[in-house]
């Protein structure tokens, strides 16, 4: 009781103190609040960069895959195994670097992986040398890598324009 | 020779017969794969006339067990005495291969198809 009534304040002085110690509680406040929104801004901020990261290497992709798939569709097997080498390496990367915004896609694109990892050791040992069945399953095989990225692609697009992540 | 390798191919035998993987065709002709969930690891058996071999490759497609076997190998008379999981390992990739091909083209299911067709017309 004695502590209560000799902390209240009794002249100008101590109710400058009073209000001094408020208004700069308020600023305190004031300055948590406002870092606590930059820092949010700051993380949407670095989600978006990476979503539109995501995108534009599934972008890079998917051109690859399509030229990949001309390449077999044209017959041409050097190029074909050139770009199978070139396509699973930043396949690879990519899947790494963006692994939480493919989802569910994640061990589709894996899987697909492998079958890239089979058809450049297959290209390397004999891509001149390819049995009518060989030929007809790298069609099927790029042709199923070209539709898996490009919808990926399109996910990852739409994604980005409404803040939702895949999966 | 890897010594887990006939284990591995062992217990792939196993379990392709309980139908608990499911196999599909590789690349190049007589080769089949079987992806564990999440990608994580592959299984691959190939057979044709000049090799038999299996491969385990890890989730970054980088081959961790590799066997290759040629059937001109096992006719060396050095190889036959001495060294019988070779050649075990040679026949059981053959046994897997015979059972992935099987599963992953669902020749069984086919088959009954084409009976059913030959019996209806």
């Known amino acids: 009781m004695i502590f209560f009534t000799e902390s209240l304040p009794r002249d100008w002085f101590d109710w400058t103190n009073a209000g001094i110690g408020v208004v700069g509680l308020l600023f305190t406040l004031w300055a948590v609040l406002q870092a606590t929104g930059a820092k949010q801004a700051a993380v949407s901020t670095e989600k978006s960069v990476k979503k539109h990261n995501a995108e534009f290497d599934f972008d890079t992709l998917t051109r690859m895959a399509k030229e990949l798939h001309g390449y077999v569709e044209s017959g041409m097997m050097s190029e074909a195994k050139l770009r199978t080498t070139d396509l699973r390496t930043e396949l690879a990367v990519a899947i790494r670097h963006h692994e939480a915004y493919l989802g569910t896609q994640a061990s589709l694109l894996k899987s697909k992986q492998a079958d890239l990892k089979l058809v450049t050791d297959g290209l390397n040992r004999k891509a001149d040398d390819l049995s009518q069945t060989e030929r007809i399953r790298l069609l099927g095989i790029t042709g199923a890598i070209l539709d898996l990225l490009a919808g990926q692609c399109g996910q990852l697009h739409s994604a980005t324009e409404t803040g939702v992540t895949n999966g | ?56 490759l890890d989730n970054y497609q980088d081959v961790i067990l590799e066997e290759e076997i040629s059937p001109s190998v096992l006719q060396n008379v050095q190889i036959q005495a001495n060294q019988p999981k070779l050649i075990m390992l040679y026949n059981n990739i053959g046994q897997l291969q015979n059972l992935v091909r099987a599963s992953a083209l669902k020749v069984n299911e086919k088959l009954e198809k084409a009976e059913k067709f030959l019996s209806a017309i």
């Open chain 2, 1 to 56: 020779m890897d010594e887990r390798s006939l284990g591995f191919v062992n217990q792939l035998i196993e379990k392709t017969e309980q139908g608990k993987l499911q196999w599909s065709t590789g690349f190049e002709d007589g080769q089949f794969k079987t992806i564990v969930p999440e990608g994580d690891l592959v299984f691959v058996v190939q057979s044709n006339p000049e090799m038999r071999k299996f491969m385990i």
